[in-house]
Protein backbone atom coordinates (compact mmCIF):
# COMPACT_ATOMS: atom_id res chain seq x y z
CA UNK A 1 0.00 0.00 0.00
CA UNK A 2 1.58 3.57 -0.89
CA UNK A 3 0.60 6.00 1.44
CA UNK A 4 1.69 9.18 -0.41
CA UNK A 5 -0.24 12.17 0.50
CA UNK A 6 0.07 14.61 3.08
CA UNK A 7 -2.21 15.12 5.49
CA UNK A 8 -1.77 16.88 8.70
CA UNK A 9 -3.51 15.85 11.97
CA UNK A 10 -4.77 18.57 14.44
CA UNK A 11 -6.49 18.55 17.55
CA UNK A 12 -8.28 21.50 18.97
CA UNK A 13 -7.34 22.66 22.70
CA UNK A 14 -10.04 21.98 25.38
CA UNK A 15 -9.05 25.16 26.83
CA UNK A 16 -8.19 27.39 23.94
CA UNK A 17 -9.96 26.20 21.38
CA UNK A 18 -7.34 26.78 18.94
CA UNK A 19 -6.52 24.14 16.92
CA UNK A 20 -2.75 22.99 17.50
CA UNK A 21 -1.08 20.61 14.44
CA UNK A 22 -0.42 16.47 16.44
CA UNK A 23 1.30 15.27 13.42
CA UNK A 24 1.96 15.69 9.59
CA UNK A 25 2.15 12.22 8.02
CA UNK A 26 1.49 10.33 4.78
CA UNK A 27 -1.88 8.71 3.81
CA UNK A 28 -3.56 6.78 1.05
CA UNK A 29 -6.81 8.51 0.08
CA UNK A 30 -9.86 7.80 -1.74
CA UNK A 31 -13.36 8.24 -1.42
CA UNK A 32 -15.64 6.85 0.47
CA UNK A 33 -19.42 6.07 -0.69
CA UNK A 34 -21.74 8.82 -0.85
CA UNK A 35 -24.43 10.18 1.04
CA UNK A 36 -26.60 12.82 0.83
CA UNK A 37 -27.81 15.42 3.23
CA UNK A 38 -30.51 18.12 2.59
CA UNK A 39 -30.18 21.56 3.74
CA UNK A 40 -32.38 24.80 3.01
CA UNK A 41 -33.93 22.73 0.86
CA UNK A 42 -31.44 21.82 -1.32
CA UNK A 43 -29.94 18.16 -1.69
CA UNK A 44 -26.11 18.56 -1.34
CA UNK A 45 -23.56 16.01 -1.20
CA UNK A 46 -20.73 16.64 1.67
CA UNK A 47 -17.26 15.07 0.29
CA UNK A 48 -16.10 12.26 2.80
CA UNK A 49 -12.73 10.59 2.26
CA UNK A 50 -10.67 7.56 3.36
CA UNK A 51 -7.85 7.94 4.77
CA UNK A 52 -5.91 5.25 5.50
CA UNK A 53 -2.35 5.97 7.86
CA UNK A 54 0.26 3.18 9.05
CA UNK A 55 -0.76 2.41 12.91
CA UNK A 56 1.47 5.08 15.31
CA UNK A 57 -0.02 5.60 19.24
CA UNK A 58 -1.18 8.94 18.21
CA UNK A 59 -3.44 7.74 15.84
CA UNK A 60 -5.02 5.56 18.32
CA UNK A 61 -5.98 8.32 20.96
CA UNK A 62 -8.56 9.37 18.27
CA UNK A 63 -10.68 6.78 18.71
CA UNK A 64 -11.62 7.80 22.31
CA UNK A 65 -12.24 11.58 21.45
CA UNK A 66 -12.89 11.67 17.76
CA UNK A 67 -14.81 15.25 18.00
CA UNK A 68 -11.50 16.76 18.82
CA UNK A 69 -9.23 15.95 16.11
CA UNK A 70 -9.54 17.22 11.94
CA UNK A 71 -7.59 16.44 9.44
CA UNK A 72 -5.92 18.94 6.31
CA UNK A 73 -5.89 17.69 2.92
CA UNK A 74 -4.98 19.96 -0.05
CA UNK A 75 -5.95 22.75 1.80
CA UNK A 76 -9.33 21.89 2.75
CA UNK A 77 -10.80 20.86 5.99
CA UNK A 78 -12.06 17.22 7.47
CA UNK A 79 -13.87 16.48 10.36
CA UNK A 80 -13.27 13.28 11.88
CA UNK A 81 -16.36 10.60 11.52
CA UNK A 82 -15.03 7.48 11.60
CA UNK A 83 -11.76 5.91 13.23
CA UNK A 84 -10.95 2.28 12.57
CA UNK A 85 -7.94 0.26 13.39
CA UNK A 86 -8.92 -3.20 11.96
CA UNK A 87 -9.00 -5.93 14.70
CA UNK A 88 -7.09 -4.18 16.76
CA UNK A 89 -3.91 -5.53 14.48
CA UNK A 90 -2.24 -2.02 14.94
CA UNK A 91 -1.24 -2.46 11.02
CA UNK A 92 -3.03 0.56 9.58
CA UNK A 93 -5.81 2.73 10.90
CA UNK A 94 -8.93 4.14 8.36
CA UNK A 95 -9.86 7.85 9.67
CA UNK A 96 -13.11 8.73 7.50
CA UNK A 97 -13.25 12.38 7.19
CA UNK A 98 -16.40 14.57 6.44
CA UNK A 99 -15.42 18.06 4.38
CA UNK A 100 -16.69 21.02 6.81
CA UNK A 101 -19.74 22.43 5.25
CA UNK A 102 -18.97 26.39 5.11
Not at 31 to 53: C, E, I, M, V, W
Not at 59 to 87: A, M, N, S, W
Amino acid sequence: MIYDKPVVLQKQNETTEEWETVLRLHARVNKTGGSQTFAAGADQFPARLNFDFRYCQVLEKICYQPELYRLIYRGHTFQVIDYDDYLEQHKTVRIVGKLYEQ
